[in-house]
């Protein structure tokens, strides 16, 4: 789950939570907030811890990057 779609289950958690005021017969529409939230700030997260393991577009995917120095 990327960054995004954390972000977007964050914004309808907290619509669902916050703005909606309806009733739905079988479903309570604040604990699908509450846990679309959760979920979305997990997702969130995991995104940013993992993100700076992943390289990067045109980076190493390995881990290992070439350091060049040169004596002037």
């Known amino acids: 789950m990327g960054m995004g779609v954390s972000l977007l289950l964050v914004a309808a958690g907290a619509i669902l ?21 959760a979920v979305g700030a997990a997702g969130a997260l995991f995104s940013l811890i993992f993100w700076s393991s992943w390289g990067g577009f045109g980076g190493p995917a390995d881990g290992r990057r070439r350091v060049v120095r040169e004596d002037y």
């Open 17 to 37: 939570i916050w703005a909606v005021n309806a009733t739905v017969s079988g479903i309570e529409l604040h604990t699908i907030g509450w846990i679309l939230l």
